[in-house]
Structures are given as structure tokens and as C-alpha cells.
């Protein structure tokens, strides 16, 4: 399924074919899901059916002590038949009650089975997909998948899927006792059955559509909260705060408004279900009297039957429950079934050939790319990186320079032309292989919660402490981790808080460096540095890019300074190349850019 189909779930905009394309992409996912667990669900469903028979005997048991057991008392002092049937009745009673409780703690841990598995394969999944979804797919709308989505479709499996069952099962053992102890008695509710289809029929419709508009603004509110949060500075930064107040009290509004309209389609449904339970009743009620009268009705064949068309209204509101939940949980199925749906941009080859990285060269030919159809970011490009050189790339935003580092890293494949590596195309090396060979460090230098040293080690989960000590030391990160509370040890918080820029770069350059890529890209490493940080991170740099091909994206000049070679980009093209030296001797854009970045340190 392609993004647009993602996003129109969300809206809520689909036509009738891809609403009933996503039915059956919902219900193949949860067909997918069941086979492991086929042993609980059978054991689920034995539960269920001994249960419901067990409760639809008390009304035939209470009709045979009514018409035979209390005559044996009256006329023959005889107690046993009425003590058998009242052992019989509490047996049943007792019996229902522990297999509806057995089957309760069965099917509340058959769904957390189930949504485990969903969660790990989603997770999964989410992490396998390609950039280009995430850059398109907000953070948001990911987190509503993996948490109120997943935990309404449990809420269905726990509790409203066996209520479904149960129910369904209960109302038919009811028709058939009710048909078996009179047939007669049970024509008031077979003509019930029309109406009630007839309401059943109409609640369907409503509901799916109230609940998807639902599902759809909630996962809105939850965007734009996410999203809030996580750009917390730059709202407080702008004074946003009121702005976003606002737009989030509108979404809350919206999603009150679709609730609450879920909500009256609920209200209507219900009452008129009692209405009709109430006029059948009444009905076999009057019906029943004057065959009583007549003489052709046992008292407690009626009583019988009284009780077996109220107990058959009673699962109906657990029905319109489940209904409920059935509507919210497909509405969270569909939206998580279409990530699920969702295939890599980036395909790993189907039978790559091992590949280790030898010198590290890089060679463009013919390539051209654009993250649209429409906009073309490298109309034509060809270029050439022996092995172990430095290059950098310079040239104005939009130029290019970051669309070349994310096509040697492979987060997007060509539009045409090939890319190589040591003459190998990167299409044809696993990925496993193609992040050994190429590493990519970026301006944001993303620690995640935890250690120093953990952090570090995820260049390379197998090293030891030894290792991670001397990656630090090779990068200069050492004696600034070792003055830290902890040391190595010490909790870097969320997003490497702890640490100044300067210090998570360079906790990520000792990641680069455990890694030992064969080429290694800096996007744009030391833009958010101030120049006693960048000075402090030179050291690295000099070091993490000894020996091995490296592409230096920088605006910063001073850090294109230890590069061998400058390629100066503009318009996807690459309009001046040649080493530092002699272009900043020269009179072209890189010693304009040069000069002019000079002045701005007087």
C-alpha cells in the first residue's frame, strides 16, 4: 500500500473499494496472527460452548420443578424429584460460573499474547522500513499504532471477541431449549427476529462510520501532542504556546464531537432493542396466559418461556457492546495493518554474495535522483572518491550536498544510474554488509538513554570496555567521560542531555570510530558547535578519518579545512572540484564562500 492510502485512512476519506480493500487487509492480518495460538483458542471456544449450555438449563430445570416436582411434593410427599432438580439447577449455576471465569482469564491472557506479538512485529517492521517513510509517516501517528491502537484491538480480543461468541452461542442454545420445550412459545420471538436485524442493520453502518472518524481524530489529538512535546523548546522559543493550545483544543474538540456522536448511535441502538425485547415478552406473556386458561400450557413451560426470551435479549446488549469495540478495534486494526502493509523502499537483495569493503572507493555514474517525481535534486551527476580520501562537499542549502551523503548510505536508491562501492553496486550488497562498510554521522549526534559507554558501543554491540576506552581516547572524548559523576558509567538522560553538544559529538565519534566503517560521511558534524567545541572536536575529526574514505559535509569552513579534496555543489551539479589549496587560491565560488566566512570571525 502506497503512503497516499496511509494518510487517507487517517482522513478518513476513502472511497467504498479501498474501505472494503482495508476490510480485507484487517482481516488477513488477524488470520496471520491466530495459527500460533490455536490450541488456546480452541480450549477459549470449548470453554465458551460448555459455559453457554450450562446457563441455558436453569429455565428448562425450573419448568421441570415447577410442573413435576412440586406436584410430587403436594400429591406424594415425594421430595426427591424437586432435590435432584434444585441439585441439578446449582450444579449448572456453579458450573457456567467457573467455566465463564476460566474462559475470561484464558482469553484476557490469549490477548496480551497477541498483542505482544503485534507490538514486537510492528516494532520490527517500523525499524525495517525506509527513510523515505519515515520523513513522510510522522513520529505521531507511529507512537498511536504502537499504543492506543494495539491496546483497543486488546480490549476487543479480551473481552469482546468471546463476549461475541458466548453470546451468539447463549442466544442459539436459547432458541433451540425454548423450540424443544414449546415450539409455539417461541413464535413471538422469531417474529422479533426481523425488527431487530432490521436495527441491527442500521447500527452497523452508523457505527463504522462514527467509529472511524473517531479513531482518525484521536490519533490526531495524539499527533499533536507528540509533536509539542518533542519541539518543546522551539515552541517556548517562538511563544507557541497559546497558538498550540488553540489548534490542540481544536483537535480535542473534534475528537469530543466524533465520540460523542459514537456515542449517540450507541443510545439509540440499545433502547430500541429493550423496546422490542419488552413487546415480545409482553406478547408470550399474553399469549401465554390464555393457553395457560385453555389448558394447553404447563405454568412453568410458560415461566420457562418467559425466561428464555428475556435471557435472549440480555447477550443482545453485550452484542451492541461488543459492536462497539468491534468498530474502534477495526478502525485501529486497519490504520495498523496499513504499516504493516508498507514495504521498504530499500529492498535488501535476494541473494547478495558476502562483501567486505576494501579501499573505500566510491564512484557516481550517470546517477539522477529526486524524492518526487516532480522535483529532480541530482539532474545528472558522475564522480569519482578513491579510496582513503577525504572529500568535502560545500555549496549553498539545497544544493545537493545532503541528497549525495543519503545516496552512499543507501537511505535512498537512484532514480537512474548506478552507485558503486570497491565496483560493487550498493543494490547488490545486504544491508548488514553495507552498514559494516559505510557509516553516516549527523548534526544531531542522537544518544539514546543509558551509558557513555553504551552509547558508544553502538558502533559495535561485542566490544568490551577496553574497546570503548580506546575509541574515546582516539577521538579525545577520554578525559571529559572519565570527569563525568560516573565515568563511563554515567547516565548520559533523555536525548544525551547531560552532555553539551560538543561532548555528544564526540561520544558519536567514538561510535564512528568502534564501528571502523571503510567510508565514513559527516552531514553537517560540527554545525551545531560553537568554535572552542569545534576545536575541541578538530582532534577527532583528524583522527576518526585517518585510513579510511570520508565525505565531509560542512558550511563551516574551518572543517573543510583537513579535507584533501573540495567538491562545490550547486543545482545538483558539481561546479568546482580540486584540492583545498588551490581553490582557496583561485577566484571561484569556494574562495568567495571562503572569504566571505572569514569575515564574519572579524
Known amino acids: 500500500m502506497s503512503m497516499q492510502g496511509v494518510k487517507g485512512e487517517d482522513r478518513g476519506d476513502l472511497s467504498r473499494d479501498e474501505s472494503r480493500q482495508i476490510r480485507r487487509r484487517s482481516i488477513s492480518l488477524l488470520m496471520d496472527l491466530l495459527p500460533p495460538y490455536r490450541r488456546q483458542v480452541l480450549a ?53 460460573a467457573l467455566l465463564l471465569a ?95 436485524m432490521a436495527v441491527t442493520w442500521w447500527f452497523s453502518h452508523a457505527s463504522r462510520r462514527e467509529f472511524r472518524a473517531s479513531r482518525t481524530h484521536s490519533a490526531r489529538v495524539i499527533i499533536q501532542f507528540v509533536e509539542t ?34 456515542i449517540q448511535v450507541f443510545g439509540i441502538y440499545e433502547p430500541l432493542l429493550k423496546v422490542i425485547g419488552t413487546f415480545t415478552v409482553a406478547t408470550l406473556v399474553l399469549l401465554g396466559a390464555f393457553r395457560v386458561i385453555e389448558g394447553t400450557l404447563e405454568v412453568g413451560v410458560l415461566l420457562a418461556a418467559v425466561l428464555y426470551t428475556r435471557n435472549f435479549f440480555t447477550p443482545i446488549d453485550s452484542l451492541a457492546m461488543f459492536y462497539n469495540s468491534f468498530q474502534s478495534a477495526s478502525a485501529a486494526l486497519e490504520k495498523i495493518s496499513g504499516v504493516l502493509e508498507e514495504a521498504p523502499d530499500i529492498a535488501d537483495p535476494a541473494n547478495p554474495a558476502p562483501f567486505v569493503a576494501g579501499p573505500g572507493t566510491i564512484r557516481f555514474d550517470g546517477v539522477s535522483f529526486g524524492y518526487s517525481d516532480d522535483v529532480e535534486v541530482l539532474p545528472s551527476f558522475d564522480l569519482t572518491i578513491p579510496g582513503g580520501q577525504t572529500v ?58 543509558g551509558s557513555v559507554s553504551d552509547n558508544i558501543r553502538l558502533g559495535n554491540p561485542r566490544a568490551d570496555d577496553a ?13 571529559f567521560i572519565s570527569a563525568l559523576p560516573e565515568g563511563y558509567d554515567t547516565d548520559v538522560n533523555k536525548r544525551g542531555g547531560r552532555l553539551s553538544s560538543g561532548q555528544r559529538q564526540l561520544v558519536s565519534f567514538a561510535r564512528a570510530f568502534l564501528a571502523d566503517p571503510r567510508v565514513l560521511i559527516l552531514d553537517e558534524a560540527t554545525a551545531s558547535l560553537d568554535i572552542p ?3 575541541l572536536v578538530q582532534h577527532g575529526l583528524k583522527t576518526l578519518l585517518a585510513d579510511r574514505t570520508a565525505i565531509i559535509i560542512a558550511h563551516r569552513l574551518s572543517t573543510v579545512a583537513i579535507a584533501d579534496r573540495v567538491l562545490v555543489m550547486d543545482g545538483g551539479r558539481i561546479v568546482e572540484d580540486g584540492p583545498t589549496a ?6 571561484g565560488r569556494f574562495a568567495t564562500l571562503h572569504q566571505a566566512w572569514r569575515e564574519t570571525l572579524v
Do not use: C, W
Not at 425450573?62 to 406436584?71: E, F, M, S, T, V
Not at 504556546?241 to 480535542?252: I, P, Q
Open 44 to 96: 477459549i471456544a470449548g470453554l465458551i460452548v460448555a459455559s453457554a449450555a450450562m446457563q441455558v438449563a436453569g429455565p428448562a430445570l425450573i419448568a421441570r420443578g415447577i410442573d413435576r416436582g412440586l406436584p410430587a411434593v403436594v400429591e406424594d410427599n415425594d421430595f426427591v424429584p424437586i432435590v435432584l432438580i434444585a441439585g441439578a439447577f446449582l450444579l449448572t449455576g456453579f458450573g457456567g
Open 229 to 262: 512535546m518533542a519541539g518543546i523548546r522551539a515552541v517556548k522559543a517562538f511563544r507557541r504556546e497559546s497558538v498550540n493550545r488553540d489548534t490542540y483544543a481544536d483537535k480535542v474538540e473534534d475528537y469530543r464531537e466524533a465520540t460523542r456522536r459514537t
Open 582 to 587: 588551490e581553490l582557496l587560491s583561485g577566484t
Open 467 to 479: 574497546q570503548v576506552e580506546s575509541a574515546a581516547r582516539a577521538v579525545g572524548a577520554h578525559d
Open 533 to 535: 567545541s569545534e576545536r
Open 392 to 449: 568535502a562537499l560545500v555549496g549553498a542549502t539545497g544544493a545537493g550536498k545532503s541528497s549525495v551523503a543519503k545516496l552512499i548510505a543507501r537511505f535512498y536508491d537512484p532514480t537512474s544510474g548506478t552507485i558503486t562501492l570497491d565496483g560493487r553496486d550498493l543494490k547488490d550488497i545486504s544491508n548488514r554488509d553495507l552498514r559494516r562498510a559505510i557509516a553516516l554521522v549527523t548534526q544531531e549526534a542522537y544518544l539514546f538513554s
Open 102 to 196: 476460566a474462559y475470561t482469564k484464558k482469553s484476557i491472557a490469549f490477548s496480551q499474547d497477541i498483542m505482544a506479538d503485534l507490538r514486537l512485529r510492528l516494532f520490527a517492521h517500523t525499524q525495517r522500513l525506509s527513510m523515505g517513510f519515515h520523513e513522510t509517516y510522522t513520529s505521531g501517528r507511529i507512537i498511536a499504532r504502537q499504543t492506543s491502537d494495539i491496546a483497543t484491538l486488546g480490549e476487543l480480543l479480551g473481552g469482546g471477541l468471546t463476549n461475541l461468541v458466548s453470546g451468539v452461542l447463549f442466544m442459539t442454545f436459547t432458541t433451540t431449549a425454548l423450540l424443544t420445550l414449546d415450539p409455539e412459545s417461541a413464535l413471538p420471538l422469531v417474529g422479533a427476529i426481523i425488527p431487530i
